[in-house]
């Protein structure tokens, strides 16, 4: 059996790597060369720079696996970064590392798997790929470790995408991790994480846009939620739903991002009271442990990263519809971001909010 491991330079992914060896199967390791800059280069806290790169391949050596790079920043650029700006411009918040799943990770490089004969793709991701025997259809599942699951960002793998996933780290934690790396002797061991947004390394994410874009985003007006201005803004991809800082408004109690109105170029205020709402709708959605949902379904959900789960009723009203109604309002439901569907620690699906 043949492996080909996504190495990113990182703790997970070389751990990912060592374990898969341990189970008999023939490795490559592959990085996946996806944006370059010189300030992501050569800053060690991105992870795409000239360290992680060098760490993969240090890593691979000591394995004694074959390991490459290959060159996707064609398809990154058009795939990620254009989406990340688009969502901005029409006043999201995007989530890049879930297109980057999605895109890159589990359909160009299994696509390149496929082509080198390997059976299975490896991520260093923390989550679980079972398959319901009933059904017959693959599951992604919660890691065990719930500090470090990575389900959420997961949501989008496919039918025929898990049927060739491999995460060895589902059932361990990070201390694990980092113990079974430090036996390996791996360079990277005691290794900080890397930041989220690989492509902005210095998180000025409206700097970036206005780079990329070569436009200057026009100032405009803060407004209360009756429409009375409060002041300028600096454009509107410098906010996201909920932001309290950076706003340059003083007042009595802090002032709460509540909308992004694109066409009048506004950005409605509330001190907090307009920030909460008991359902929401996702379009763009992928369906995991069901094929369609039938009727009401008892689920709980999480509307960004790092949220707990919270209680809600989905439906399903059209093929690429869901509709959540919580049992509690829930603050900050911001357009661009994702919603994954839970039922226990089995991923339903997910979609993008609208």
Known sequence: MKALIAMSGGVDSSVAAALMKEKGYECMGVTMRLFH???QRLDPKSCCSVRDVDDAARVALSLSIPYETKNYS??????????????YQCGGTPNPCID????????????????????????GHYARVGKDETSGRYILKKALD?????????FNLTQEQLKYCRFPLGELNKAQARQIATQYGFVNANKAESQD???VPDGDYASFIEEQTKTKYPEGDFV???GNVLGRHKGIIHYTIGQRKGLGLAAESPWYVTRIDVADNRVVLSHGEGLFTDS??????NLISVDHIEGQMRVKAKVRYRQVETPAIVTQPDEDTLKL??????RAVTKGQAVVIYDGDTVVGGGTIA
Do not use: M, W
Request: some cysteine.
């Open 325 to 330: 109604v919580f049992d509690e309002p829930q």
């Open 74 to 87: 064609l398809d990154f650029s058009e795939k990620v970064i254009n989406k990340f700006i688009r969502t």
């Open 280 to 285: 929401l709708t996702a379009h763009d959605i």
């Open 224 to 226: 209360d939620t009756e």
């Open 37 to 39: 800059s010189e300030q």
């Open 146 to 154: 719930p500090a470090k699951d990575q389900s959420y960002v997961l």
């Open 100 to 123: 980057c799943n999605r895109y890159l990770k589990f359909e160009k490089l299994l696509e390149y798997g496929l082509s080198r004969g390997c059976d299975v793709i490896v991520t």
């Open 197 to 199: 947004i690989c492509f």
